[in-house]
């Protein structure tokens, strides 16, 4: 079970992110806007930010920065409604990808995965030097 932060203006795309997040068995904290996220993450250990691009006062690319520079090891999603990122804020570092709205629960479980499972390279790096360390 992870601890997942979804940021949203919007009440309803935060409900319909909680119930599938929470379906998948993880524990979820909402915030309605960029502070009140900075605020829930220095009172709860998040494992994976979910944050909206297009938020009223703070934007999600700033919260992204935010997040990122107080919080280097959590992982930041973004929510969209554009069909286009910008590649600048998807390349960051941090930034595990980006669902766009109306989305679908396997766009979600898909950016999961990318969140939490290491890419194939890493895990054969891994296993390559568990094997090193063997001998």
Same mark, same amino acid.
């Given at each position: 079970?992870?601890?997942? &932060?979804?940021? #949203?203006? #919007?009440?309803?795309? %935060?409900?319909?992110? %909680?119930?599938?997040?929470?379906?998948?068995? /993880?524990?979820? /904290?909402?915030?309605? #806007?960029?502070?009140? !996220?900075?605020?829930?993450?220095?009172?709860?250990?998040?494992?994976?930010?979910?944050?909206?691009?297009?938020?009223?006062?703070? #934007?999600?690319?700033?919260? $992204?920065?935010?997040?990122?520079? %107080? /919080?280097? =090891?959590?992982?930041?999603?973004?929510?969209?409604?554009?069909?286009?990122?910008?590649? @600048?804020? $998807?390349?960051?570092?941090?930034?595990?990808?980006?669902?766009? =709205?109306?989305?679908?629960? !396997? !766009?979600?479980?898909?950016?999961? =995965? !990318? *969140?939490?499972?290491?890419?194939? *390279? @890493? %895990?054969? *790096?891994?296993?390559?030097?568990? *094997? &090193?360390?063997?001998?």
């Amino acid at each position: 079970m992870k601890t997942i &932060l979804v940021v #949203d203006d #919007d009440f309803g795309v %935060r409900q319909v992110l %909680r119930r599938v997040l929470e379906d998948l068995g /993880h524990q979820v /904290h909402e915030a309605e #806007d960029a502070v009140q !996220a900075l605020e829930v993450m220095k009172a709860v250990a998040v494992d994976l930010a979910l944050c909206d691009v297009l938020m009223p006062g703070h #934007d999600g690319v700033w919260l $992204t920065d935010q997040i990122l520079a %107080r /919080h280097p =090891k959590t992982p930041v999603a973004l929510v969209t409604g554009l069909l286009e990122m910008d590649p @600048a804020v $998807t390349l960051r570092a941090g930034v595990v990808g980006y669902i766009v =709205k109306p989305f679908r629960r !396997a !766009a979600i479980v898909d950016l999961l =995965k !990318a *969140a939490f499972e290491p890419p194939a *390279a @890493a %895990r054969r *790096a891994a296993i390559d030097l568990a *094997a &090193l360390d063997a001998f």
